[in-house]
C-alpha cells in the first residue's frame, strides 16, 4: 500500500494533485497535531533509555548527512560535462553527457529540498530537545539563533528521504529498501535527541516533495524524464545505440 502512494512513476505523491491538496494540507496538519502530543512523553522516554540501545543509532544517524552524496555527485557531474565537452568524443561522449546529467540530477534532487529546510529551520527557531527541560517543546528564537534553535524540520531527514527518492526515480524496484533505511535514519534523529517526532515528521515531508518537485522541473523540460504511452513518468537516458544499459 506504501508503494501506492509513494509511486516513483506518479508525478506527485500520495495522489496529490491540484483537486486534492486541501485534503492532503488538511491531512498532515492533522498528523503533525497528532505528533505534537508525542513530542513530550517521546523526548521523556528517550532519555530514560539505556545508552547501550542508543548507542547504534549514534551510528546510523550519520547517514543523514549531506556531505557524503552531495560532494561526490557534484564532482562526478563537473568532471564528467567537462570532459565531454572538451575532451571525448563519440560514444563516449554521450555517455558523459548522461554520467554528468544523472549526477546533476542526484544532486540537484537533495541540495534543494536540503536547502529548504535549512532555511526554514533558521528562520522559525524552534529549541531542540537538548533543551526541552528549559523550554519545553514549543520555544522559539528565529533568525539570530544556533544550533539548539534549529530543531525544525528536521535537515537530515530531510536530505535522506530526498535521497531516497530520487534513487527510487531511476531505480524503483529498491522502494523497499531505500524507504526502510530511510525510516531508519529518520528514527535515528529522535533516538539520538537532536529532534522531535514532529521534526521529523516535517522532514520526510519536505525531502519527499522536494525530490519530485526537482523531478518534476526536469520532466517539464525534457531532461532526464518522460511520460510513456501509459502516462507513467520513467527514466529518458541518452545511451548510444547499441548499448542496451537500462537504469
Known sequence: MLYRYLNPNELWPFGLDKGRAPQFVALALLIF??????????????AGLPEAVRA????IT??????????????VAIGAGVAARYWLHGTAKVKARTVASVSAFLFAGVA??????????????????????????????????DWTFQSFPSGDTT?????????????????WWMLFGAALVGLSR???????????????????LGAYWVRNFCLKR????CQDSEGKIVPNLCWPAGDKRVL
Open 56 to 59: 547504534p543509532f549514534y551510528y
Open 112 to 145: 534543494v529540498p536540503g536547502l529548504v529546510a535549512n532555511l526554514v529551520k533558521r528562520g522559525l527557531g524552534r529549541s531542540r530537545p537538548v533543551n526541552f527541560e528549559e523550554n519545553g517543546v514549543f520555544s522559539f528564537d528565529p533568525v539570530f539563533n
Open 222 to 225: 525534457d531532461w532526464l524524464f
Open 159 to 175: 536530505t535522506i528521504f530526498a535521497f531516497a527518492m530520487v534513487v527510487l526515480f531511476f531505480f524503483p524496484r529498491a522502494f
Open 33 to 46: 497535531a497528532v505528533s505534537a502530543l508525542l513530542d513530550s512523553p517521546v523526548t521523556l522516554w528517550v
Open 62 to 75: 550519520r547517514a543523514g548527512k549531506s556531505d557524503w552524496n552531495l560532494l561526490p555527485t557534484l564532482l
Open 190 to 208: 529522535i533516538m539520538v535527541g537532536v529532534h522531535f517526532p514532529t521534526d521529523v515528521f516535517g522532514g520526510v515531508l519536505l525531502g519527499i
